[in-house]
């Protein structure tokens, strides 16, 4: 399974924005988006890289600021979102998935992720559920 990737341009935004437990109201809301177009995400990636999907049924998850658990172990900072992201597709048609991308309206892309198999949505109703959604930052 591929690791995230995070933009070099928001490594210590982020750490920042998640660990402000007493002010996340200062913050954007953070939605978890899937995309669709064939990209591998790097650490100079931008939002405008990814095509998000659009098919009847779909909406970006928004992440709660209070899901995410944290911990440091050997200098790697982990967050953990206890939350159970759900997606679903009402159409008649199948939809592949590349990944999942964060982001926010300020700074913008957070972390992305790219599936080490697409994930093909099928038709009506099927839900996909994106458990341990973690992040780690050395």
Same mark, same amino acid.
């Given at each position: ?19 402000? %437990?007493?002010?996340?109201?200062? @913050? ?11 990209? %591998?995400?790097?650490? %100079? ?31 790697? @900072? ?24 964060? +982001?926010? =309206? ?17 038709? +009506?109703? @099927?839900? =996909? ?10």
């Amino acid at each position: 399974m591929g690791g995230v990737i995070i933009p070099r341009t928001v490594k210590q935004d982020m750490l920042k924005y998640m660990l402000r %437990t007493t002010s996340l109201s200062l @913050v954007s809301t953070m939605y978890l988006r899937l995309y669709v177009n064939d990209f %591998t995400p790097t650490d %100079t990636s931008v939002v405008g890289d990814f095509t998000e999907a659009s098919w009847s049924g779909y909406s970006a998850y928004g992440l709660n600021y209070s899901s995410w658990t944290f911990s440091t172990t050997n200098s790697l @900072v982990t967050a953990i979102y206890s939350g159970t992201p759900e997606f679903s597709c009402t159409d008649s048609s199948s939809h592949t998935v590349y990944g999942w991308y964060i +982001y926010t =309206a300020t700074p913008g892309l957070i972390a992305s992720r790219r599936f080490d198999n697409a994930v093909v949505f099928q038709q +009506y109703g @099927v839900v =996909a559920d994106f458990y341990n959604l973690t992040l780690s930052l050395l």
